[in-house]
């Protein structure tokens, strides 16, 4: 590490090296590391993520067949999969992340974030997992580490928002209250997960999901802790933020061990997350990429998700994956990225060769293109998820490479300087 000296304003630095300056920003007074040797890229991604851990094999059945992505409630579903049996679609579960009911706000479609199901959006829920799991097919949800207040909500039977802040285990601001944080259309409250009472206390809710039938759900958000928090471990923000991820991944995989280790089973849960930080990679099972636009574009599109996973596997995080399809719809009078059914089936061509073949009918399903919308679609989709099955046998070996933890090549430094 060579220190050129240069004030923070300027924005490049000269040196008499042919190896070009790296700037190194450390938010606290001490910094430790770990220099890894490689005689390879292989040797280099082997030896970090054996510092930095990896995932475990994933549950065969989520590498089954399609993971089918829907909204609109109990008998949408059921007509769906009908269609899907009539196609004969390898299916390995329903991706249901309305499952909390729908709100309608400015970007589209969006969700309750309150963490149980509607029983009004989704009428006979424990029937609906029960005669699709007679079938051989799970039920997915969702959640994230955020609440809301429930007041405009009629039916909610807990308000989730509001135990959290009785019990103190939501971010707080300089006055002490809640965090409020705009997201997308509404404000929400961040979980403080430096507060084990917090990881507690949310283990509970995904254990009411998973008791309920549930076999695995999306973790999203963890990226969005405010530098200004005030946190129960009384930790710099600045530094925690990074680190709120890894917390995040960490209570929903501690769960998922902790369940499958109580009622046996063998194939277990199985959760997936986009935020992510150093260690990340050994607390979350599976990874996703985020949201995509529904575009052909290089920088946020179809092409995206490719580049994406070259980078995140040369970043150590081996089992990742896209919707199928996108999801960003925009639907403007003079700006407008709708699904189209091209874009749709060549995403499906893609997909089928990842790691978990799952779709998603994006933040506006009535102005995309979906799986269902024609029998062309149909037939496609059916096409791609049994290209995604027939490979199946070489996808479990894939899977099972990442996880062996050879030994790393790597030295240990630390430098503790105190900062005028």
């Not at 067949?65 to 009539?86: I, N, Y």
């Not at 989704?122 to 097919?137: F, P």
């Not at 896209?322 to 749709?344: F, I, K, N, Q």
């Not at 099955?389 to 933890?405: D, G, N, S």
Request: aromatic share 10%.
């Amino acid at each position: 590490v060579k220190n050129c000296g240069q004030s923070n304003s300027t924005p490049l630095c000269t040196n008499d090296s042919a190896i070009p300056c790296s700037v190194l920003q450390v938010y606290g007074n001490s910094v430790q590391g770990r220099i890894l040797q490689g005689e390879s890229p292989t040797e280099l991604i082997t030896s970090y993520t054996g510092s930095t851990g990896r995932p475990p094999v994933l549950p065969r059945w989520i590498t089954s067949g399609a993971v089918v992505g829907m909204q609109g409630g109990t008998e949408a579903v059921r007509r769906v999969w009908r269609q899907l049996q009539d196609h004969d679609v390898p299916v390995s579960a329903f991706w249901l992340q309305d499952w909390v009911g729908q709100r309608k706000t400015a970007i589209g479609s969006q969700l309750w974030w309150n963490w149980e199901v509607d029983d009004d959006h989704y009428a006979g829920w424990k029937d609906l997992i029960r005669d699709l799991r007679r079938d051989g097919v799970r039920t997915m949800t969702y959640c994230n580490p955020c609440l809301v207040p429930m007041g405009e909500k009629g039916n909610a039977r807990r308000h989730l928002y509001e135990e959290a802040k009785e019990l103190g285990i939501l971010v707080r601001d300089e006055a002490g209250e809640p965090y409020m944080m705009p997201n997308t259309a509404f404000d929400v409250a961040m979980l403080d997960f430096t507060n084990p009472e917090a990881s507690s206390w949310f283990k509970g809710i995904l254990r009411g999901m998973a008791d309920e039938g549930v076999s695995g759900w999306m973790a999203d958000f963890g990226e969005g802790l405010p530098l200004d928090a005030r946190l129960h471990s009384g930790e710099d923000p600045v530094a925690a933020h990074n680190r709120y991820p890894e917390l995040w991944a960490r209570v929903n995989r501690e769960f998922a061990d902790e369940w499958k280790s109580e009622a046996g089973e063998e194939d277990g849960l199985v959760f997936f997350v986009r935020a992510g930080f150093r260690e990340s990679s050994r607390w979350a099972m599976l990874f996703w990429e985020g949201d995509q636009m529904v575009s052909w574009q290089a920088n946020d599109g179809i092409k995206s998700s490719v580049v994406g996973l070259l980078s995140g596997g040369l970043s150590g995080i081996p089992l990742n994956h896209s919707d199928a399809g996108g999801y960003c719809t925009v639907d403007l009078p003079l700006l407008r990225y709708r699904r189209s059914e091209e874009l749709l089936m060549r995403w499906m061509e893609v997909n089928a060769f990842t790691v978990v073949f799952r779709t998603h009918e994006g933040n506006k399903p009535g102005s995309n293109c979906q799986f269902y919308s024609n029998s062309r679609t149909l037939a496609h989709f059916a096409r791609c998820a049994k290209i995604y099955k027939a490979w199946e046998f070489y996808r479990v070996q894939l899977v099972k490479v990442q996880t062996p933890c050879r030994s790393t090549s790597a030295t240990n430094f630390s430098i503790n300087q105190e900062f005028g």
